[in-house]
């Protein structure tokens, strides 16, 4: 079982910066981070490998990076150049021990409680 606790989120206006964490409890392989706006879908937003490959979302690639400290069981997303549509609830969430990395919301069975993120024009 693993639990995932994030943090960080907050209200930055367009243009500015804000960095996200999420501890886990619980050895990890594959994390990433995923975001819903009111009303919409989960989206996947980035995901990195626990040897460091990394996958981006088209929306936020060259203004988000995604990165992890295995020593620390803690993921980061280091929101950079943030716009109003980037406006949503993060949540960071882990696959099963040894399974490859994946966009796919379904493939991810452990959840944090997610963190809101609101970006002003």
């Known amino acids: 079982q693993v639990e995932l606790v994030e943090s960080g989120g907050g209200s930055v206006q367009a243009g500015g910066s804000l960095r996200l964490s999420c501890t886990a409890s619980?050895?990890?392989?594959?994390m990433g981070w995923f975001r819903q706006a009111p009303g919409g879908e989960r989206d996947w937003v980035a995901y990195?490998?626990?040897?460091?490959?990394?996958g981006y979302a088209d929306s936020v690639k060259g203004r988000f990076t995604i990165s992890r400290d295995s020593a620390k069981d803690t993921l980061y997303l280091q929101m950079n150049n943030v716009k109003p549509e980037d406006t949503a609830m993060y949540y960071c969430?882990?696959?099963?021990?040894?399974?490859?990395?994946?966009?796919?919301?379904?493939?991810?069975?452990?959840w944090g409680q997610g963190t809101q993120v609101t970006v002003s024009s």
């Open positions: 969430a882990a696959r099963r021990p040894l399974a490859y990395c994946s966009s796919d919301t379904d493939q991810y069975p452990y």
């Open positions: 619980g050895f990890t392989s594959c």
């Open positions: 990195i490998t626990r040897s460091g490959t990394t």
